[in-house]
Structure formats: structure tokens, C-alpha cells
């Protein structure tokens, strides 16, 4: 196991605000990518795909597949054309629309006349250990599901390995089915990356036991930063699948209802993993605080103790090093004036005093255990 914890960077997500803008707009950010749109169209029979760039792709799709259920998969959203095209075929609010382009939403689910909305937070670790929180978006209309997402990455590849192998409810289940599927794939992913989280909490801890210093403190400041961006998903999205479940949509049947229970059962558990590592990377702050806080007090007893040894060492000393003569400029005896200044061998008998009342102070913090717990 390395000893140290990887520092975790945040992917730079810049918000855009326009201010008075009208309801709806349907403004595209600057750092938008390029849309790729993947059409799967099935049924319990049959699976037909196609790829393209534009509205001409989704729309022969469809008029192809009459009988079969269309995911429209979209990975970008940098081309508001293409958008707004889509809200004026399926007919879908232009609310609904501004919030697929401003990926700064909470998870929510949105019931509307004839289809459903509902957003999700995807949140992952990219190559470059840079924490990516990004949006996912789905609407449901009738035998359609389309899904936004704003990266090309493939986030969703257990679901359509699903689809292509044909198994189960994944065909059978209709749009609302894929819609749970790909909200459960985003729960379940919040696992993988709570794992992560625990294994770099755990070397930090294992850090803090052998070799502790200041970069453990920076390390798990970083690491409950990361679990509280997971619980800022965590909290909404568990409301969001308690009003899909809640839901008199027809896109949102009865038997969808009992997988969505047992998506929301993983919420609750996702959000108990947060929480109790959050505890736990506040233990280990507070740990290596009350450490160094030990050691300075040991340090201090240690500068205390040899403190302790030198006063009365130094107190004779700076008796005799008064220098107040023992007789007057006539050879008189000054009275009560430094009698042991003529002393024979004086300054040995000061030194070996000196020495002796050392060695009797330490004798003493030696019988009181004050060594042993240096």
C-alpha cells in the first residue's frame, strides 16, 4: 500500500450566469462539447442502432422503428440548435430544456403533461485524478427516453452491454425501465467511487500511525471535501427517487416502482458510507492535531525539566557572582559580606554542590515516572 494519499483535484466547472435573462433561454457554455448521438432502438426481438450528429439522425430512427422503444443517447451539449429541436418535436417546456443546458442542477424529478424529467449528479475520478462532477439529464415521453450527458465519455457501458445481450427486463420494460436503470448505474457507480475514497482514507490513516505530518491534515481536508460534494448528490437524489416512486405518471409503472425501492435502499446505504467517512476523516484531523499537541507538551515537559535542573544551579551561581568584598580597602572584615569568597578550594566545593543538587532533582522526576513518559 503507498504511504502517502494521491491529492485530489476539481475538474474546473465555471457556472454561467446571465442575469434577466428570459425563462427558458437556452444559453450553451463555452467549454460545451460538440453533441454525439446514439440511437438504440429495441424491442423484445430486435436491437437496431445508429449514430449521428443531428436532428435528421433521431428523427429517420424513429420513422424506422415504429414499434420499438428509442433510447436517444446524447454525449454533449454544445449545440443549442439541436436542442431546441428536440423540445419542438416531442414537444417538451422550454424550461425543461434550459435546465438539460445548465448543468449546475440538483438531482430532481419534474412530472409534466405527457412525460417526466429528472436529473442526476455523475460523479467520478477521470485519468488525471481529477474529481469530474458533471449532469446527467433524462426525459421520458411515451415509447422515448432521451438521455443528456455533458462529457463523451461512455458512462453508461453496463446498461448498453445490457440492451445488446437482450436479458432480463432491459427491453421489456419500456423507457421508464431505462430510466431507472440508468439512475440505478449512477448509484451504483457512487459505490465504486466511495471504495476509492476508502482505501485513500485508509492510507492516510495508516500514514498518520507510521510517519505523521502536516500533509496528512491537507490530505483528509481533500478527502471530506470530495464525500461532501457525494453527499451534496446523495441528499436530492434519494428525494428524487422517492417521488419517482411516488409518481402517478404512466411513464413510471408499477412494476418500475419495485426496482426504484431497491434503488432507493443503495441511496440510503451511499449516504451512511458518506457519512460515516466523513466521521471518520474528521477523527483523523482531529487525531493529528491532538498528536502534535502531545508532542509539543512533551517538548515543553522536556525543556521544563532541564529548566527546573539550572534555577537553583543558576540562583548559586549568581549569588556568588555578586562579587560584594569580604574586607574593606583597610583589610577590615565587612560583616555578614560574602564569607566564603577565601574559602580554600571554594570554587571546587561550589561546583560539586552544584552538581549534587542536579543529580538529586533528577533522582526525584526519576522516582515520579516523569522520564518514562518522555
Same mark, same amino acid.
Given at each position: 500500500?503507498?504511504?502517502?494519499?494521491?491529492?485530489?483535484?476539481?475538474?474546473?466547472?465555471?457556472?454561467?450566469?446571465?442575469?434577466?435573462?428570459?425563462?427558458?433561454?437556452?444559453?450553451?457554455?463555452?467549454?460545451?462539447?460538440?453533441?454525439?448521438?446514439? @440511437?438504440? $432502438?429495441?424491442?423484445?426481438?430486435?436491437?437496431?442502432?445508429?449514430? #449521428?450528429?443531428?436532428?435528421?439522425?433521431?428523427?429517420?430512427? %424513429?420513422?424506422?422503428?415504429?414499434?420499438?422503444?428509442?433510447?436517444?443517447? &446524447?454525449?454533449?451539449?454544445?449545440?443549442?440548435?439541436?436542442?431546441?429541436?428536440?423540445?419542438?418535436? /416531442?414537444?417538451?417546456? =422550454?424550461?425543461?430544456?434550459?435546465?438539460?443546458?445548465?448543468?449546475?442542477?440538483?438531482?430532481?424529478?419534474?412530472?409534466?403533461?405527457?412525460?417526466?424529467?429528472?436529473?442526476?449528479?455523475?460523479?467520478?475520478?477521470?485519468?488525471?485524478?481529477?474529481?469530474?462532477?458533471?449532469?446527467?439529464?433524462? &426525459?421520458?415521453?411515451?415509447?422515448?427516453?432521451?438521455?443528456?450527458?455533458?462529457?463523451?465519455?461512455?458512462?453508461?457501458?453496463?446498461?448498453?452491454?445490457?440492451?445488446?445481450?437482450?436479458?432480463?427486463?432491459?427491453?421489456?420494460?419500456?423507457?421508464?425501465? &431505462?430510466?431507472?436503470?440508468?439512475?440505478?448505474?449512477?448509484?451504483?457507480?457512487?459505490?465504486? /467511487?466511495?471504495?476509492?475514497?476508502?482505501?485513500?482514507?485508509?492510507?492516510?490513516?495508516?500514514?498518520?500511525? =507510521?510517519?505523521?505530518?502536516?500533509?496528512?491534515?491537507?490530505?483528509?481536508?481533500?478527502?471530506?471535501?470530495?464525500?461532501?460534494?457525494?453527499?451534496?448528490?446523495?441528499?436530492?437524489?434519494?428525494?428524487? &427517487?422517492?417521488?419517482? @416512486?411516488?409518481?402517478?405518471?404512466?411513464?413510471?409503472?408499477?412494476?418500475?416502482?419495485?426496482?426504484?425501492?431497491?434503488?432507493?435502499?443503495?441511496?440510503?446505504?451511499?449516504?451512511?458510507?458518506?457519512? $460515516?467517512?466523513?466521521?471518520?476523516?474528521? $477523527?483523523?484531523?482531529?487525531?493529528? /492535531?491532538?498528536?502534535?499537541?502531545?508532542?509539543?507538551?512533551?517538548?515543553?515537559?522536556?525543556?521544563? @525539566?532541564?529548566?527546573? @535542573?539550572?534555577?537553583?544551579?543558576?540562583?548559586?551561581?549568581?549569588?556568588?557572582?555578586?562579587?560584594?568584598?569580604?574586607?574593606?580597602?583597610?583589610?577590615?572584615?565587612?560583616?555578614?559580606?560574602?564569607?566564603?569568597?577565601?574559602?580554600?578550594? #571554594?570554587?571546587?566545593?561550589?561546583?560539586?554542590?552544584?552538581?549534587? %543538587? #542536579?543529580?538529586?532533582?533528577?533522582?526525584?522526576?526519576?522516582?515520579?515516572?516523569?522520564?518514562?513518559?518522555?
Amino acid at each position: 500500500m503507498a504511504n502517502y494519499t494521491k491529492r485530489v483535484k476539481y475538474k474546473k466547472h465555471k457556472r454561467h450566469i446571465n442575469v434577466g435573462a428570459r425563462p427558458g433561454s437556452i444559453i450553451i457554455p463555452d467549454d460545451a462539447l460538440p453533441p454525439q448521438i446514439t @440511437i438504440f $432502438s429495441f424491442n423484445q426481438d430486435d436491437l437496431q442502432t445508429s449514430k #449521428g450528429k443531428d436532428m435528421k439522425t433521431i428523427t429517420q430512427q %424513429i420513422a424506422k422503428c415504429t414499434d420499438h422503444t428509442h433510447w436517444i443517447k &446524447i454525449n454533449g451539449l454544445g449545440d443549442a440548435q439541436l436542442i431546441e429541436d428536440i423540445g419542438i418535436f /416531442l414537444g417538451i417546456n =422550454q424550461l425543461v430544456l434550459e435546465d438539460v443546458v445548465n448543468t449546475h442542477q440538483r438531482p430532481k424529478f419534474d412530472e409534466y403533461d405527457g412525460y417526466v424529467f429528472g436529473t442526476s449528479r455523475i460523479i467520478y475520478f477521470n485519468s488525471e485524478n481529477e474529481l469530474v462532477n458533471c449532469q446527467f439529464s433524462g &426525459i421520458v415521453k411515451d415509447n422515448i427516453i432521451i438521455s443528456f450527458e455533458e462529457s463523451h465519455r461512455d458512462y453508461f457501458e453496463v446498461v448498453t452491454t445490457r440492451l445488446k445481450a437482450g436479458k432480463g427486463t432491459i427491453r421489456t420494460g419500456g423507457p421508464g425501465y &431505462i430510466f431507472y436503470a440508468l439512475t440505478d448505474t449512477i448509484l451504483d457507480n457512487y459505490f465504486v /467511487l466511495l471504495s476509492q475514497l476508502g482505501d485513500m482514507i485508509d492510507q492516510t490513516e495508516d500514514k498518520l500511525y =507510521q510517519s505523521p505530518d502536516k500533509t496528512i491534515m491537507f490530505d483528509a481536508q481533500q478527502l471530506k471535501r470530495t464525500l461532501i460534494t457525494i453527499r451534496r448528490a446523495c441528499w436530492p437524489e434519494r428525494d428524487k &427517487i422517492n417521488d419517482m @416512486i411516488r409518481s402517478e405518471s404512466p411513464e413510471i409503472t408499477k412494476d418500475i416502482k419495485l426496482f426504484l425501492r431497491d434503488a432507493y435502499d443503495h441511496c440510503i446505504q451511499a449516504m451512511d458510507m458518506v457519512e $460515516s467517512y466523513k466521521e471518520v476523516t474528521s $477523527s483523523i484531523i482531529d487525531l493529528y /492535531l491532538s498528536m502534535v499537541s502531545n508532542r509539543m507538551n512533551e517538548i515543553m515537559k522536556v525543556l521544563t @525539566i532541564i529548566s527546573v @535542573i539550572f534555577i537553583p544551579l543558576t540562583f548559586i551561581a549568581g549569588i556568588y557572582g555578586m562579587n560584594f568584598s569580604r574586607q574593606d580597602d583597610h583589610g577590615h572584615v565587612i560583616k555578614d559580606n560574602m564569607p566564603e569568597l577565601y574559602v580554600q578550594h #571554594g570554587y571546587v566545593y561550589a561546583l560539586i554542590g552544584m552538581f549534587l %543538587i #542536579g543529580l538529586f532533582q533528577l533522582f526525584i522526576f526519576w522516582k515520579k515516572g516523569w522520564f518514562n513518559k518522555l
